[in-house]
């Protein structure tokens, strides 16, 4: 059995622990509260952008041409992964990276490996494909930590430019979908060639547009492009804090009960060395007494 000296540096140790848990998770629940309003801020303008699109094209009576949305022969992808750069956040990070395996190995397999563009936002993720000697394309900052607009424009502006000129046929993201602060759900989503679905009420509406009907589709096509990065980059960033705040609690937890445990464990210890004192004094007693 331990020792009562070496039972009370554990307890201190796991109190010191529980301290900082207990702080990480006020942190992340703080920086959650942020992110997941700038998401749902967000969620109106992505929707309406992409429902006045699909309104569009709906009310046509023809058909235009899209080359962003052209489907062809997959010859060649990109894949693009978003995880964190820093740890304490659960299965954050490796649900993502396993999910990103699987995609990559079912590409590889089908159109080599050669012809599987890989772009990689945050050190987990690298770290993951250095591992597996995945050659990466591109590295981009962990997004996830500080998304902006700016990078969505560049991230998604570069994509375009890569299916247009036809060096790539499609354009694949994973990344953790946020639904509350306990579940977060890796996904895979394919922005290019872009999904052009139309709404059935769309033929009832009327649109003028200047200069002609291609012009402004292809104008709006590569915002709706920017849009679904951006709305990407602040999902994850939603998801992490979300992870990191219940990992934390759980850890928080944890330290609880095993504190609890070591007291007990403690307080046992500590009534066998006085139950062991009280016989020695009683033995020594009689002793004197023979």
Known sequence: ??????????????ASTQKITSAMKMVSAAKLKKAENATLSFVPYKTKLSEALSNYLGSLEGTVSIPLAESREVKKVALIAFTSSSGLCGVYNSNVCKLF????????ETLGKE???????????????KKFQIAVEKQFDPVTERPSYDMAIELGDEMVKLFLDHKVDRVEVIFNHF??????TPQREVILPLKTDTLPTAQSLDYLVEPDKEAFVNALVPKVIRTAFYS???DAHTAEHGARMT??????????????????????????VITNELIDIVG????LNG
């Open 284 to 287: 020594g007693a009689e002793a």
């Open 232 to 234: 990407i980059m602040l």
């Open 179 to 184: 639904k509350n602060a306990g579940v977060q």
């Open 247 to 272: 990992a934390m609690h759980i850890a928080s937890d944890n330290a609880d009960q095993l504190s609890q445990e070591l007291k007990i464990q403690y307080n046992k210890a500590r009534q066998n």
């Open 1 to 14: 059995m331990a020792s009562l000296k070496e039972i009370r540096a554990r307890i201190a140790s796991v």
């Open 101 to 108: 395996k699987k995609a990559y190995d079912e590409y590889a």
């Open 115 to 129: 012809n599987v563009i890989s772009i990689l936002a945050g050190k987990k993720i690298n770290d993951y494909a």
